[in-house]
């Protein structure tokens, strides 16, 4: 198997650095650019085309999530994974929104960031345990509904809602005991309607409009 090719942006350099040297000397996995700036990352990851990006929030300048954002209009296959050290409801929702797949804490173990970057480039939502905590509790707390003029069909909130909890698409159809070609029509349908493009914006907007 060809190795991961990942993108680090990250401004503090000793952390830049420990990133870079892990990705390294570790099988599986390339390095193919690290910035220290949303600026220098917009200029030089659409050129690298890596496959993962590793994307610090608290960013001089333009934050992560704007970089995020314009990063995945170029390059609408690559997976983008906000680290931080807080896990503020609103920057979690808004990454989400913007493109993100994943949102991990910058205190996780190497081996269990090499997992999570495994896992993101499978198609999976990498999330520190009490952020993905957190985004279960959101959604299953009462409020308003979404901010759609189109609002989703009961058996669309029970997609999105074990999207949410992280199931893929087989085991919501198991779960739910319909096909998987139904489970990724109700997708699709949940994605023309909050105007997104990928599970893990489909389930911010979601809960933005309940906060």
């Given at each position: 198997m060809p190795n991961i090719r990942v993108a680090i942006v990250e401004d503090a350099a000793s952390l830049r650095n420990s990133l870079a040297a892990l990705l390294k000397v570790s099988p599986g996995f390339e390095c193919v650019c690290a910035c220290a700036t949303a600026e220098e990352a917009l200029r030089q990851i659409p050129c690298a085309k890596p496959e993962v990006v590793l994307m610090d929030?608290?960013?001089?300048?333009?934050?992560?999530?704007?970089?995020?954002?314009?990063?995945?209009?170029?390059?609408?296959?690559?997976?983008?994974?906000?680290?931080?050290?807080?896990?503020?409801?609103k920057q979690v929702f808004d990454s989400l929104a913007a493109g993100a797949t994943g949102y991990l804490v910058k205190s996780i173990k190497s081996e269990n960031l090499l997992t999570a970057i495994q896992e993101a480039h499978r198609g999976g939502s990498p999330m520190s345990s009490r952020i993905a905590r957190?985004?279960?509790?959101?959604?299953?707390?009462?409020?308003?509904?979404?901010?759609?003029?189109?609002?989703?069909?009961?058996?669309?909130?029970?997609?999105?809602?074990?999207?949410?909890?992280?199931?893929?698409?087989?085991?919501?159809?198991?779960?739910?005991?319909?096909?998987?070609?139904?489970?990724?029509?109700?997708?699709?349908?949940i994605y023309e309607k909050f105007h997104v493009r990928s599970r893990a914006g489909a389930v911010a907007q979601f809960l933005k409009g309940r906060g």
């Open positions: 929030i608290h960013l001089p300048g333009r934050s992560g999530i704007e970089c995020v954002r314009e990063l995945k209009e170029q390059l609408p296959h690559a997976q983008f994974i906000m680290l931080t050290i807080e896990s503020e409801k957190m985004l279960v509790q959101s959604f299953h707390r009462p409020g308003p509904r979404q901010p759609s003029s189109e609002a989703l069909t009961s058996r669309e909130e029970e997609v999105l809602s074990l999207i949410a909890k992280g199931c893929r698409t087989k085991e919501v159809a198991g779960q739910l005991g319909i096909s998987p070609l139904t489970v990724e029509t109700h997708i699709r349908n």
